[in-house]
């Protein structure tokens, strides 16, 4: 269980164990995925203003160190190939940061090594995350 007090210690954590720099936040509407990201990206370095690509499906954002951190929101897609024609493959190749959000949506086309970030609500209303 964690709170927002919290971001910070989980956001180093998730970037500390990322190896490929991909990491998957999985998650009902609202349970604070974007707020994870934002910590993220703040941790990062990332002088832009975070919010959540729903209708973009990709933000680029630019670290203080020159690095590129694009922050994906599938939500909205409905199949695959919408992900292969805006060049997903193309991002996450690149050895730079992948930030995703419903990625349950291109599920076929993600590294397998990709850190999985569940995060959910508890009955008692705090917040919950697993890392695999």
């Known amino acids: 269980m964690y709170s927002l007090n919290d971001l910070a210690t989980i956001a180093k954590e998730v970037i500390a164990i990322s190896k490929h720099k991909t990491l998957l936040f999985h998650g009902e509407m609202g349970v604070g995925k974007t707020t994870l990201i934002k910590e993220i990206c703040n941790i990062l370095g990332v002088q832009d203003r975070v919010s959540s690509p ?3 499906l990709v933000n680029e954002y630019h670290t203080t160190t020159n690095e590129i951190v694009f ?3 599938f939500y909205r897609i409905t199949n695959e190939e919408e ?7 193309e991002y996450l190749y690149q050895n730079k940061w992948c930030l995703i959000e419903w990625p349950e949506n291109i ?9 999985q970030i569940h ?3 508890l009955e008692n209303g705090q917040r919950n995350i697993q890392l695999t």
Not at 107 to 115: K, R, S
């Open 54 to 56: 729903t209708f973009s």
């Open 71 to 73: 922050h994906f929101d």
């Open 83 to 89: 992900a292969l024609d805006m060049g997903i493959e």
């Open 107 to 115: 599920e076929n086309l993600l590294p397998l090594d990709a850190v």
């Open 119 to 121: 995060l959910s609500v």
